[in-house]
């Protein structure tokens, strides 16, 4: 079956510390990537996107993106996170049609 | 505000009543979509409009009933909803065609308890 698995469910950082969130897909052909982010009481946000041309990706409040093809991921990285960017993420891939199909999603608590 | 705006923020209903969920985007997007979205599952696609004609019906139960009547509206009307459905429901719109390079942008939901 087609699915989105995002591998880290809790993820505790301190603040400054390097950030990878690991996404992985199971659809073939070409596909669309995405990196959604939903802040506490907050509403679903677009970190990044990754359509076509350079496989890494680079997004904003200095989230960064890299498309592996062949291991069918899309991992997503910050060299160092900060308090705010507690969050839940997640990843959500597009490989036909319109729809999103989401990943169970990720909860990063950064500690100060 | 994200240009997608819902309403209601919260919704209380007893599993006999009927009530509606509302959502209008101001993007001129051609393109709007429901998902549920439930503790500790995935977002769970469940219709897709494309230029008001529905594209999608992921399964969804016949208790939930969208109706698309224009390009920047939609509605998910409930009626006999059981506990199970409390959840947060998400409207979301995106500009389809072209290459496609485009994501969706989410409203703030309407938080469902079903007593």
């Known amino acids: 079956a087609q699915s989105v698995s995002q591998h880290n469910h809790h993820v505790i950082l301190s603040e400054a510390a390097s950030l990878e969130l690991g996404c992985n897909y199971s659809?073939?052909?070409?596909?669309?990537l995405f990196w959604y982010v939903q802040y506490p009481g907050q509403h679903l946000q677009l970190l990044l996107k990754?359509?076509?041309?350079?496989?890494l990706v680079k997004g904003i409040k200095g989230f960064e993106a890299e498309f592996i093809k062949s291991k069918f991921s899309f991992n997503l990285r910050k060299p160092s996170v900060q308090w705010s960017d507690t969050a839940e993420y997640f990843c959500?891939?597009?490989?036909?049609?319109?729809?999103?199909?989401f990943g169970k999603g990720t909860s990063l608590l950064v500690t100060p | 505000e994200t240009g997608v705006t819902q309403t209601p923020r919260h919704l209380v209903m007893g599993m006999t009543n009927k009530k509606s969920l509302k959502c209008e985007q101001h993007?001129?997007?051609?393109?709007m979509y429901w998902y549920k979205q439930s503790a500790k599952k995935p977002l769970e696609l469940m219709f897709v409009?494309?230029?008001?004609?529905?594209?999608e019906n992921n399964s969804v139960p016949s208790r939930f009933s969208p109706e698309c009547p224009n390009s920047s509206h939609l509605f998910l009307h409930l009626h006999t909803l059981q506990p199970e459905d409390s959840a947060l429901y998400l409207c979301?719109?995106?500009?389809?065609?072209?290459?496609?390079?485009?994501?969706?942008?989410f409203g703030s939901g309407t938080r469902l308890t079903v007593v």
């Open positions: 659809y073939g052909g070409t596909v669309n």
């Open positions: 993007l001129g997007h051609n393109a």
């Open positions: 959500a891939v597009r490989n036909s049609g319109y729809a999103l199909n």
């Open positions: 409009y494309n230029f008001k004609e529905q594209t």
């Open positions: 990754y359509f076509s041309g350079d496989p």
């Open positions: 979301a719109s995106s500009q389809e065609g072209g290459t496609g390079a485009y994501g969706y942008t």
